[in-house]
């Protein structure tokens, strides 16, 4: 017993002196560990906060409380976040709204503009994260498989009953996975948010996060403590303006690129006036 003791003591030592040490002498180490300690902040808090949101039973509400112990678990990060014109998010009537998708990182810059009464719409593989799965079967997420057109055709059945019955916003990221690209392009638009906003005669509302790169990027394995995003919630787009909804994909998609150009440009130059 007393070896074994013992060996548990040295392999503490161990970590507590290796693991710092190995922060400071490599980049990707560091990266590495900072990123499992987000996905174990993700799924800490979603197990703490859906346990705290069972006596309310499933409400989209539980977001709120969700989020709340996600952004207090990684405030160690020290990430800031600026949402622009929080009022066009605050509408009673639902709407889709649509935004960019980068990383990981979008569970958190996302809790800071989600309206009320509003869902998620998720693929299929997320329901099996432990801790996570709950949260969205409380917070009445959507989940959809893509490779299943019977099971695709449901979901969507699904959303258009929650926004028809109960007035619920959507929240979607129309590129499906995750990109973030130097050259600032977008990848091409999935049809499902538009093909929603077109049958339900909704519009969408654009929602533009701007690059992560200055102070994330798993190509390089940085990340730079206390990084600023800029979150812009464009004007709503009125989906019956269009005859289709490839039209309304198109124009939604070079409106977020303009915003998103010009996020990043905003911000390189706030960069380069701190660097001076």
Not at 34 to 40: A, C, F, R, V
Not at 140 to 161: G, I, P, Q, T, W
């Amino acid at each position: 017993m007393s070896t074994l003791m013992f060996l548990i003591e040295t392999l503490l030592v161990a970590l507590v002196v290796l693991v710092p040490l190995l922060c400071l002498i490599s980049q990707t180490f560091r990266f590495n560990m900072i990123m499992t300690g987000y996905g174990l902040c993700i799924t800490g808090s979603c197990i703490i906060s859906s346990l705290l949101s069972l006596p309310y039973g499933r409400n989209t509400d539980n977001h709120y409380r969700i989020f709340y112990w996600f952004q207090q678990s990684v405030r160690w990060l020290g990430m800031e976040v600026t949402l622009r014109h929080p009022e066009r998010l605050e509408s009673a009537e639902p709407f889709v709204i649509v935004a960019n998708h980068q990383s990981a990182l979008d569970v958190f810059t996302m809790t800071h503009c989600w309206p009320k009464n509003c869902v998620s719409l998720l693929k299929s593989s997320l329901k099996y994260i432990p801790g996570f799965n709950l949260c969205t079967y409380l917070c009445h997420a959507v989940y959809v498989d893509r490779f299943n057109r019977k099971e695709a055709k449901n979901s969507l059945v699904n959303v258009m009953d929650a926004i028809v019955n109960h007035k619920r916003k959507v929240f979607i990221y129309p590129e499906g996975s995750r990109h973030a690209s130097p050259d600032e392009e977008f990848l091409p638009f999935k049809m499902g948010a538009f093909v929603i906003a077109k049958r339900a005669n909704i519009p969408i509302v654009p929602v533009v996060f701007s690059s992560y790169q200055p102070f994330y990027d798993y190509t390089s394995s940085k990340f730079e403590r206390n990084g600023h995003v800029v979150i812009e919630a464009l004007e709503p787009i009125d989906s019956r303006d269009f005859e289709t909804a490839n039209e309304l994909a198109a124009a939604t998609r070079e409106r977020m690129h303009e915003t998103y150009k010009r996020l990043n440009a905003e911000m390189r130059k706030v960069g380069s006036t701190k660097a001076h």
